[in-house]
């Protein structure tokens, strides 16, 4: 069994900074693709950035040079910094991993998905 944990969602008056965390626990053998999206009331859940194990990243348009994704291997957690936020970056932010965990004498692959971290610029 796998989970996913955000934290470090909240309340931010724009041009603010917030840091959002993801672990990962459980069964792992190893943690391939990690991402962050998010979705606002009434629209698709995008994806906002993505980063390899090996710490290739992207991004999209709308966050590039204000949002930076990072992670830390040896504790199995991912991180996105989020700089001069906007008002528009308001959402639900959820954390995406694909985790090859133990399973019987072998492993396996899984994509899954954190409980989802609340973030609102507002002044």
């Known amino acids: 069994q796998v989970q996913l944990v955000e934290s470090g969602g909240g309340l931010v008056q724009p041009g603010g900074s917030l840091r959002l965390s993801c672990a990962a626990s459980?069964?792992?053998?190893?943690?391939?693709?990690m991402g962050w999206y998010r979705q606002a009331p009434g629209k698709e859940r995008d994806m906002v950035a993505t980063?390899?194990?090996?710490?290739?990243?992207m991004y999209a348009d709308s966050v590039k040079g204000r949002f930076t994704i990072s992670r830390d291997n040896a504790k199995n957690t991912m991180y996105l910094q989020m700089n001069s936020l906007k008002s528009e970056d308001t959402a639900v932010y959820y954390c995406?991993?694909?985790?090859?965990?133990?399973?019987?004498?072998?492993?396996?692959?899984?994509?899954?998905w954190g409980q989802g971290t609340q973030v609102t610029v507002s002044s």
């Open positions: 459980g069964s792992i053998f190893s943690v391939h693709n």
């Open positions: 995406y991993a694909s985790v090859q965990y133990y399973a019987g004498s072998g492993t396996n692959i899984k994509g899954y």
């Open positions: 980063i390899t194990a090996g710490f290739s990243t």
